[in-house]
Nanobody, 121 residues
Framework: QVQLVESGGGLVQPGGSLRLSCAASGRIFSIYDMAWYRQAPGKQRESVAA???????NYADSVKGRFTISRDNAENLVYLQMNSLKPEDTAVYYC???????????????WGQGTQVTVSS
């Protein structure tokens, strides 16, 4: 089995910064793309940022220039550095990763349990 565990959420004032981390553990042979999603109250879950195993990244227009996604392949970690935070960034942030557990195994997408980010004065 595979687990994704997020950390780093919390309460921050507008204009502030937070760094989210997500650690993948368990039966892992290879991790492909990793991503961060978020879901605000009453809204659908949306993609925030993604990074491939080779390091290519893409971002939602709403966070471009403010958020940076990165990963540590050796430690099975993915990060989301969030700067210039706005109240509209308030949401539960979820880690997502495409993982195969065996050399010729199928690729399965896993989700973390989520971490709350609240931007408020």
């Amino acid at each position: 089995q595979v687990q994704l565990v997020e950390s780093g959420g919390g309460l921050v004032q507008p204009g502030g910064s937070l760094r989210l981390s997500c650690a993948a553990s368990g039966r892992i042979f290879s991790i492909y793309d990793m991503a961060w999603y978020r879901q605000a109250p009453g809204k659908q879950r949306e993609s925030v940022a993604a990074v491939t195993s080779g390091g290519s990244t893409n971002y939602a227009d709403s966070v471009k220039g403010r958020f940076t996604i990165s990963r540590d392949n050796a430690e099975n970690l993915v990060y989301l550095q969030m700067n210039s935070l706005k109240p509209e960034d308030t949401a539960v942030y979820y880690c997502n990763a495409a993982i195969s557990s065996y050399r010729l195994g199928s690729v399965v997408r896993y989700w973390g349990q989520g971490t709350q980010v609240t931007v408020s004065s």
